[in-house]
Every structure is written in structure tokens, then in C-alpha cells.
């Protein structure tokens, strides 16, 4: 699938994002990264390769790390189970989550005091008393941060909306939990601050070489749409779904009534614009985008449509069938 993507992205204009808060927000993340216990890096679980910056090894060094796959309401248990294989062969450890309803955010409050714990065992030995783990939240725009953060603390701390680019700067929140102080005849439940939560704005790279990486970022609604022409990058969403043995152009065409000859995604978009939006081509565009990022049009249905060969056909696959030790269907 990328072989296809890097054909059909080289005539168009490169998709790039980077809004001037990005850069500030870098530097400043990697000073703070120094006093973080634990990092929670999230990623889109449709496109988890893609989700990733490409210098997010070199400032974590030997930090430790969870990886929150988010949104995996969005993809097969098939590809769950994939991709869960072929992290934990990394050594990494997962946690799929749905950040809009909260699944998987106790395992993960769990996991990152676990794995911070060491913390507090080195001040006791010291004398010192124990203090609040610190995570830090990292991640490409619009994965999911602040809505996992929120869900995580039971109210709205972190402003959340579905686009890239909301958060702008760096905050801390206090995760509490409730214990009890026992004296002599009386007990009181009181709160605690068991976990320091730093939430952080989407990080790009400064330039996106990687193409085929890009698109499906803009299909996923993973960076800012002033950077890619929503008609192209909707004609390619079109052509990798009509080359998807359970959905094909057919498919397309009975799920919009339109009736186009070949796999040509432009001449589909231009068709459906006469059919429903007057010929305005963008609100056709978009439409076929959104209704992909919402699940919408039986696309949900076909394991495919969300599956790592449909938008997340990447160059690791063949590595990862040998991992998951034999064929998998959404992976051929």
C-alpha cells in the first residue's frame, strides 16, 4: 500500500505542518522530559508507525515508557492483537485505549505508578518522604492527549476538541485518589496526590519526509488541514479503500450511488460532487473524509477500513507477520 501511496502523493504539493508554537513547545518539553519517572507516549492505533516522532527515542533514552494506542474502538481485535505482538517484542508496553469513554485508563494510572515506583523506594532509603509520579503525556497532534488526561482525572482539566493544534503550551494536572487516616478512634478519608500529569502540546517534525506518512495523517485527522488539499488527500482515502478486497470500488459506489469506471478516486470525488453538493468538490471531499474518521458508510464493518494494511500498510509488515508466526487476513 505505501509503494501506491508514494506514486500517487509525488505529483502533489508535500504535506507539511508546523505552527510556530510547535518549536517553542519542543525545547520546553525536552527540559522537562528530564525530571519526568515515566512517559506516556500516545499514538493514533490506526496508524501507530505514523503517530510517532522520528526523534522520540533519542530524547527519552532509557526513560521509562508506556505506549497508549488510542482510539481502539477504530480497529479490529485482529489488529489489536497484531500490533500488541509486535510492541511487546520490542519490549514495549501497550495500553489500547478510547480516550472519548475512558477504556483503559485505570490500567494505565496502574502501569505508570508500577513502573515509577522505584522512585519513592530510593527517597525512603534516603530519609526523604515519597512524593507524586511524574508522567509526562507526549504525542502528535489531535492522538487523543488531553481526553485520555481528562478521562484519567474524571473531569474536563485539559481544553479537548476534535482538531489538531488545541493545546499550545505545557501544564501540569494532579491526579488524586482517596485514602484513609487511621488515629485512634476516628478515620478520615482524605485526598492524595498520587500522580503529577504533565499534558503537552501535538509535536511534528519540523519537515515530514516521509509522504505516504503524511497522507495518512490528514486522513486521520492527525495535523492541521491547512497543510494538504482535502480533494487529493480524499482521492487517495478512495483508492486505498477500492483496493481492499472487502470493500473495492463497487462498494464505494453502492454505499454513494455513484457509478464510476476503474479505481480513479478524483473522477469518484468529482461524481459525488455533482450528486450531492452542486459540483463543490471540497464539501464532497470531505464528506468521504469524515465519514472514514467517524466510522460512518459500513467502512466500520470491514475489518480493513481501520486495519493496518488499509492506512497503516507499513514497511514494518512483513517483520510483523513473522512476529505473529503465520498469514494474518488483515495483513496480506
Known sequence: MDADLYYWTRALRPVQWYPGHIAKTEKELKEQLKLIDVVIEVRDARIPLSTTHPQMDLWLGNRKRILVLNREDMISTADRNAWAMH????????????????????????????????????????????????????????????????????????????????????????????FLNCDIDVKLTRKRKDLELLDSPGILPMRISDQAAAIKLAICDDIGERSYDVADVAAILVQMLAKLPTVGMKALQNRYKIDVDGQCGKMFIEKLALRLFNGDVHQAAFRVLSDFRKGNGGHKQTPEAYCILMVEKCDDVQSLQLYIGGNHDSLD
Request: charged letters at 20%.
Open 87 to 178: 510492541f511487546s517484542r520490542q519490549g514495549t508496553k501497550v495500553v489500547f485505549s478510547n480516550g472519548q469513554l475512558g477504556m483503559g485508563t485505570m490500567k494505565l494510572s496502574r502501569l505508570a505508578k508500577s513502573l515509577a515506583a522505584g522512585v519513592n523506594v530510593k527517597r525512603r532509603a534516603k530519609g526523604l518522604l515519597p512524593r507524586p509520579v511524574r508522567a509526562g503525556i507526549v504525542g502528535y497532534p489531535n492522538v487523543g492527549k488531553s481526553s485520555l488526561i481528562n478521562r484519567l482525572l474524571k473531569q474536563r482539566m485539559c481544553p479537548a476538541a476534535p482538531r489538531p493544534g488545541v493545546t499550545r503550551e505545557l501544564k501540569y494536572v494532579f491526579f488524586w485518589s482517596l
